[in-house]
């Protein structure tokens, strides 16, 4: 069975940072999409960056600059380090994982979920 757990989720202030962590189990393969979505507050899900093992990783444009995505497959890790973050990037976020190696921005393409991790910025 596989099993995505997040953390790293807090509240801070404008300006501040926070890492999420996800940490995967239940499957072997690390030619997998690992991507990050959120959900905030009256809004549908949304993808914030995606990883593909030997490619470059994909950024939604409103955290494209602040947002790094990075994973280690050796531990089935997948990290997301915030920086300057800002109230409109508060929300749930998510880890999820695709059967594929392509990456797509589509939730309905994840085949596995984490349980989410609340980010909250306050201004």
């Known amino acids: 069975q596989v099993q995505l757990v997040e953390s790293g989720g807090d509240s801070v202030q404008a300006g501040g940072s926070l890492r999420l962590s996800c940490v995967a189990s239940?499957?072997?393969?690390?030619?997998?999409?690992m991507a990050w979505f959120r959900q905030r507050p009256g809004k549908e899900r949304e993808g914030v960056a995606t990883?593909?093992?030997?490619?470059?990783?994909q950024y939604s444009d409103p955290v494209k600059g602040r947002f790094t995505i990075s994973r280690d497959d050796d531990k089935k890790a997948l990290y997301l380090q915030m920086n300057s973050l800002q109230p409109e990037d508060t929300g749930m976020y998510y880890c999820?994982?695709?059967?594929?190696?392509?990456?797509?921005?589509?939730?309905?393409?994840?085949?596995?979920w984490g349980q989410g991790t609340q980010v909250t910025v306050s201004s």
């Open positions: 999820a994982v695709r059967r594929y190696p392509a990456c797509v921005w589509s939730p309905d393409a994840y085949d596995f």
């Open positions: 239940g499957y072997s393969s690390s030619n997998y999409c």
């Open positions: 990883s593909r093992i030997w490619n470059s990783p």
